[in-house]
């Protein structure tokens, strides 16, 4: 089985990529800009077609990587098994990637292969570097969750996946952003613009968002009764009414949805809690514990545990810390080097000693 982390994040530009670039183009500065300039895409991400095998195998690397982008070590076999794909598949994409300088990668051995990304701040998180308007320029990256990963990697339309991801970068950018907007609305000829020419009907867009509806509660709005109460409810622009004239809507309200954002904070919120709780009960130990360290963990820290490995995971590494302590402490008994380790590392640092036993679990 894969270790994925529990909320890894992508820059919104790698979603707007891999979903396809659109074939609108906007007026800036009476110059014609479309995705690549919008979203700082580089070349060597639109160098090639992404097929659904490609786009599978960049959010799988996107979701197994640590903070510097490189994956220790990873299997050929359990990734072609996640992704429904065949191994030489997975060697086949392996080779587009690294001749894009996307990626660079080398066998272990037997089917185990080491992954790093070239360019991971800039190209994966979206990351600028320190440059004029760089707060401008940025486009924001996305948290995903391990469900929505397990999701994307069993979806079997590519076209399913290019909006899932294009709508993830699309809601990220609306309902985060300084706005505070709580719709997205997405009209018929939104997703003709970045999906390909033969899905360019009704019929056809119906259906993936049908599918697209179990990652995000959108709402299609279709007939003139429909678009008589959302005319009346909602500041109808020249931009928006000429695109009524596409018979339907997909309407994505805040309320509705909650990201992967909002349930990462809600896990580093119950594991603060869980860990605030465990030192309660450390502190009335003390008498019995010679190191008087008071093993707090900081926030930002707690996050990017919860980010890797979920509050489950963390909440089961804790309460092994807490059997070992009542092991040692109150039944008195010798613990085994192992275990020893573990709380040296633990006493240490306790962050580390977390990440150390949720990573074997």
Not at 216 to 241: C, D, R, W, Y
Not at 285 to 299: G, H, Q, T
């Amino acid at each position: 089985m894969l270790k994925l982390n529990a909320f890894p994040k992508v820059g919104n530009k790698v979603l707007i990529a891999l979903s396809g670039i659109s074939k609108e183009t906007k007026v800036d500065d009476n110059t014609y800009v479309y995705d690549k300039h919008t979203y700082h895409i580089s070349d060597r991400f639109i160098s090639f077609r992404w097929s659904k095998s490609l786009i599978k195998q960049l959010i799988l690397y996107v979701s197994a990587s640590d903070s510097d982008g490189d994956i220790t070590l990873i299997s050929e076999t359990k990734m072609a098994e996640a992704m429904n794909v065949s191994v030489r598949t997975i060697q086949h994409n392996n080779m587009i990637l690294s001749k894009s300088d996307i990626i660079q990668w080398s066998r272990l051995f037997s089917d185990t292969i080491t992954v790093s990304f070239n360019h991971y701040l800039y190209d994966i998180l979206g990351l600028e570097g320190k440059m004029k308007n760089a707060e401008e320029r940025s486009t924001g990256f996305t948290f995903l969750d391990k469900d929505v990963i397990d999701k994307l990697l069993k979806e079997d339309d590519v076209n399913v996946l290019r909006t899932t991801l294009r709508l993830f970068a699309l809601s990220e950018g609306r309902f985060n952003s300084k706005t505070n907007a709580q719709e997205l609305h997405v009209f018929f000829k939104d997703l003709t613009n970045f999906l390909p020419n033969y899905v360019g009907y009704k019929a056809k867009i119906k259906e993936i968002c049908q599918k697209v509806s179990m990652f995000f509660p959108v709402k299609l709005i279709e007939g003139k009764e429909q678009f008589n109460n959302f005319i009346q409810s909602h500041k109808i622009t020249k931009k928006i009414a000429y695109k009524l004239k596409d018979v339907f809507l997909y309407q994505l309200r805040r309320k509705d949805f909650v990201s992967p954002k909002e349930k990462r904070e809600k896990d580093s919120r119950a594991f603060f809690v869980a860990y605030r709780s465990f030192l309660s009960e450390y502190d009335r130990a003390k008498r019995l514990i010679k190191e008087k360290n008071d093993l707090m963990i900081y926030r930002d820290e707690i996050e990017s545990l919860v980010s890797s490995f979920g509050f489950n995971r963390l909440k089961k590494s804790l309460e092994i810390i807490q059997a070992l302590l009542d092991y040692y402490y109150y039944s008195n008994r010798q613990l085994s080097n192992e275990d020893v380790s573990i709380l040296n590392i633990f006493y240490k640092e306790p962050s580390k000693g977390l990440r150390f036993i949720s990573e074997k679990l």
